[in-house]
Nanobody
């Protein structure tokens, strides 16, 4: 079955960096656009970043633009989220998700488009 397993979360101070990884199995990884979402306590899950099947197109939420970078390695079936200059408001559970697309340039920032989800990894940023 399809599995998405996130790792790399933790407790850091404001201004620090973290790199999240999401290892995928049970699916043809290169045919899926990948996304990162996050959910803070008491809030709805929100879009963070997405990357196209081919990796040539990336999109970001305004709140993380310039600080976070999404990337993928199709040979390793893994998607990454490099998070720099972390802020307390970045505290949340971070989820990776996979969205099948029929073109190399396909990507989506819409939560409901995604077919598979990981279990999440906690990121806590202290001030």
């Amino acid at each position: 079955q399809v599995q998405l397993v996130e790792s790399g979360g933790g407790l850091v101070q404001a201004g620090d960096s973290l790199r999240l990884s999401c290892a995928a199995s049970g699916l043809a990884f290169s045919t899926y656009a990948m996304g990162w979402f996050r959910q803070a306590p008491g809030k709805e899950r929100e879009f963070v970043a997405a990357i196209s099947r081919s990796g040539t197109i990336t999109v970001y939420a305004d709140s993380v633009k310039g600080r976070f970078t999404i990337s993928r390695d199709n040979a390793k079936n893994t998607v990454y989220l490099q998070m720099n200059s972390l802020k307390p408001e970045d505290t949340a559970v971070y989820y990776c998700a996979a969205d099948w697309g029929d073109a190399g340039s396909y990507y989506s920032s819409a939560l409901y488009d995604y077919d598979y989800w990981g279990q999440g990894t906690q990121v806590t940023v202290s001030s």
